[in-house]
């Protein structure tokens, strides 16, 4: 066999043993990955940032060693060439020097020593990766509030709750299905045709709305959407009988609402609705900067100043949309357009007071009742962020500031969540055992309100439901997975932070219709009150600790008088 043949099987010998003990290594490295524990929520987030520091350094690396590789060659060649020597064979063939094979002949540099001896660089690289690969079996799974480190061991002093005392105690999965069998499965079986009626039965009122509205300049009314607890299928038994429902308003033809926003860092993130003068030109879609002459016209300009009048003078304040007017108008038609499709229904239906939603009572005659609030809505660009009528602090909100309403962008998430997830996933257990606990749960002393809400649980589940695999919340993880949401609810009250879940999260899945502002926006914290108010968050922490005494003594079957 010639010289040449021979080193050129030397090197694929020697390539092929190199790649074989490569394979070998890291089957060794990644099997123990099937078999253990489940990393948690931070050392999984570490283990993240460090891999893509690293790769970022590897790449940076490699391009820096590429750069002084190619100037050592040009080097090389620029002496040889003012030295008179004449280029090597192997420089005469075209593409031999780049083969992408870093092997030498057998004979030139000592076969595969010499070609690592050449090429220390990418065995430091190899050796980098396994450095990793083997810390990264090392980060198992820790126990929630469970830490070695000084900085979480002064926040456990914080909120004192040890992992190993109550952890140890925590429901076995058949506990917790048995308490969801008991308490909730049954309070909810007849919630989703509940659910669909509701809908059915806004949108039916809403239709007549529209034809005793036609002849009038006032809003127009679009198909309601429901929302909150009992429309995201994660509602319990209080959520049996209330129901809420958007139903978003446009601006008649002839005016146009424009949405000014107040600054955020006021505190309340709500804007105001201007009602302004609109030319019916822009909605026949004219090309270009045309000038209608039809709509520009004395009469027709005196028409549609006439029409933002008239709506400015039955429910605006100045030129600004009041929520109380708007409700006032909306409540009425309500009213009237129960007249029209009342004998379609067998039940009483009767209209609470109220200034920020149209509430309806629907009472039957087996004794049964339905409670109903229907909250307006004016929709932010094209997204399905809404300024809505109501708001649990409106007291601290003048009559034309609408506060803003994520709660169909988290509907439309839930629901996404319910389409690719696995059939019959645990996530909407979890946070109804948590809340039907809850519900039951005595407020320490002297607190008029519970600091922790039905919003922050919901809040700390979306966020894990992007941080986890949809895989990790089958039905049998169930147990599992209510330890994290407990654990994350827990580490944020700690650290007396709670991140909103659509603004400032990059995580965010393109399909939730946002503003843009919100996905580069900074995060909100909604545990900022607990910041600045010490009294708050010791309330908040012992709220805590009683959920987390209830869930250790968790029933597992009915008794007298329920829970």
């Not at 480190?149 to 456990?156: D, G, T, V, Y």
């Not at 509205?213 to 959520?239: M, N, V, Y």
Request: proline letters at 5%; aromatic letters at 8%.
């Amino acid at each position: 066999m010639p010289r040449e043949a021979q080193s050129v099987a030397d090197a694929e010998t020697s390539m092929a043993v190199i790649s074989l003990l490569f394979l070998a290594v890291m089957y060794v490295v990644h099997h123990p990955l099937m078999v253990s524990d489940r990393m948690d929520l931070d050392t999984l987030a570490r283990s993240r940032q460090l891999e893509k520091r690293l790769s970022e350094e590897m790449r940076h690396l490699e391009t820096e060693f590429e750069e002084r590789r190619r100037a050592a060659e040009q080097r090389q060649k620029a002496e040889n060439f003012w030295r008179g020597d004449k280029p090597s064979e192997d420089e005469l063939v075209l593409g031999k020097k780049d083969m992408g094979w870093p092997f030498q002949a057998s004979g030139q540099n000592g076969g595969p020593l010499g070609w690592m001896l050449g090429n220390l660089w990418n065995v430091g690289l190899f050796c980098l990766f396994l450095i990793f690969e083997l810390l990264r079996q090392n980060m198992q799974h820790e126990p929630a509030f469970d830490s070695s480190s000084e900085e979480e061991e002064e926040e456990i002093r914080v909120v004192p709750v040890n992992a190993y005392t109550w952890l140890s105690d925590f429901p076995s999965q058949e506990a917790l299905e048995s308490f969801y069998k008991h308490y909730i499965q049954n309070a909810i079986r007849d919630l989703p045709c509940t659910c669909e009626f509701v809908e059915s039965f806004v949108d039916d009122l809403i239709k007549a709305c529209r034809v005793l509205s036609r002849r009038e300049a006032h809003p127009q009314l679009e198909d309601c959407l429901g929302i909150g607890a009992a429309f995201e299928k994660w509602g319990t038994l209080h959520e049996t009988q209330k129901f809420n429902v958007l139903v978003p308003i446009l601006p008649p033809q002839g005016t146009t609402f424009v949405l000014e926003m107040r600054d955020a860092a006021l505190g309340h993130r709500c804007g105001s609705v201007k009602v302004d003068s609109e030319c019916m030109c822009k909605h026949e879609k004219l090309l270009g900067d045309v000038l209608c002459l039809v709509h520009h016209r004395r009469d027709h300009s005196a028409l549609l100043n006439k029409c933002t009048s008239s709506i400015k003078a039955a429910l605006c304040t100045g030129s600004y949309l009041d929520v109380c007017k708007t409700v006032q108008w909306f409540r009425n038609m309500v009213g009237n357009a129960w007249a029209l499709v009342a004998h379609k229904y067998d039940f009483k239906l009767t209209l609470p007071p109220s200034t920020t939603s149209c509430k309806l009572r629907l009472d039957y005659r087996s004794g049964r009742f339905l409670s109903i609030s229907m909250v307006l809505g004016v929709q932010r660009e094209d997204t399905l962020v809404y300024l809505v009528s109501q708001a649990p602090d409106r007291e601290q909100l003048t009559t034309v500031d609408w506060p803003e309403s994520f709660a169909a962008c988290e509907h439309l998430f839930l629901k996404l969540v319910g389409r690719f997830a696995p059939e019959n996933t645990c996530h909407l257990k979890c946070l109804q055992i948590i809340l039907s606990l809850q519900d039951h749960q005595l407020l320490p002393p002297g607190a008029s309100r519970p600091i922790l809400t039905s919003y922050h649980f919901k809040t700390a589940l979306m966020h894990l439901l992007l941080r986890l695999p949809l895989t990790d919340w089958q039905h049998s993880m169930l147990s599992q997975r209510l330890q994290d949401l407990l654990w994350f609810l827990g580490r944020g009250l700690q650290q007396r932070s709670l991140h909103h879940f659509l603004i400032g999260n990059t995580f965010l899945p393109l399909t939730i219709p946002i503003p843009k502002t919100f996905r580069n926006a900074e995060p909100v914290n909604l545990f900022q009150h607990l910041v600045l108010n010490p009294v708050a968050h010791s309330q908040a922490v012992e709220e805590f600790h009683n959920l987390l005494a209830q869930v250790k003594t968790l029933p597992s079957s009915p008794v007298a008088g329920g829970l």
